[in-house]
């Protein structure tokens, strides 16, 4: 009898912490909130998805991209790269020869628009799922604007005013702030929404995953990397 309850015990380890995953998965929706500073000298996209105690932040300023794991609003895990790979830099005068580019497969027209055409109906499927379980949470900021032509930003400057009742009903909450004197924009929003059910949505996807149309994409995809050569 004993040796009968080992295997049991061993499944019920298995399975419960998957059906509580499970049960996580649905219950707990996903957080997410993208941010955008942009002006002349500054440029920093932010990108943070929650859920429960595990956040993902995504942030950058200039090339850098710094991906950081936070649990209980602690950081965990950090990594820094480049959001463009730059061409490398030769020491001194020494020139650096340029990497050879391999061999590029003709882009074949007629085989993408086929492709396309068959990712439509899956690809709206998947958009459609996430649709459903997306809710737009608002949007906050400040837009600076100047058009360079004092009545020109004044009439922009009115029509925003027009609509701010219909914006703010919708739970948009973004200010603009007029300048007269020159020509600038810079923008300081973020946007917050949520997933009600991400387990839906993570089915979704891994059904999208599995459609040999975009198996066919991906393969395509990497058929036309430079160094890759069609058979």
């Given at each position: 009898m004993n040796l009968l309850?080992?295997?049991?015990?061993?499944?019920l380890l298995l399975i419960v912490p998957l059906l509580t995953l499970t049960l996580l998965l649905y219950a707990i929706p996903v957080?997410?909130?993208?941010?955008?500073?942009?002006?002349?000298?500054?440029h920093e996209p932010s990108v943070l998805i929650s859920w429960g105690i595990i956040a993902i932040r995504s942030s950058g300023s200039g090339k850098n991209l710094e991906t950081t794991v936070l649990v209980c609003g602690h950081r965990v895990l950090s990594h820094t790269g480049q959001m463009e790979a730059g061409k490398p830099e030769s020491p001194g005068n020494v020139a650096?020869?340029?990497p050879k580019a391999g061999v590029e497969e003709p882009l074949d027209i007629g085989e993408l628009v086929h492709i396309v055409h068959r990712m439509i109906g899956p690809v709206g499927t998947f958009g459609s799922a996430f649709w459903q379980q997306s809710r737009f949470v608002d949007a906050?900021?400040?837009?600076?604007?100047?058009l360079g032509d004092p009545v020109l930003t004044g009439e922009t400057y009115g029509c925003?005013?027009?609509?701010?009742?219909?914006?703010?009903?919708?739970?948009?909450?973004?200010?603009?702030?007029?300048?007269?004197d020159r020509?600038?924009?810079?923008?300081d929003i973020t946007v917050r929404v949520r997933v009600e059910h991400p387990l839906?949505?993570?089915?979704?996807?891994?059904?999208?995953?599995k459609e040999p149309a975009i198996q066919a994409a991906i393969a395509y995809a990497a058929r036309r990397k430079p160094g890759v050569t069609g058979a």
């Open positions: 309850l080992i295997p049991a015990f061993i499944i957080r997410a909130a993208a941010a955008l500073i942009w002006s002349a000298d500054r650096v020869p340029e906050r900021g400040t837009v600076t604007l100047g925003y005013w027009a609509s701010r009742f219909a914006l703010l009903a919708s739970r948009i909450d973004v200010e603009m702030v007029p300048v007269f020509v600038v924009f810079e923008l839906l949505v993570l089915i979704a996807g891994l059904n999208l995953a």
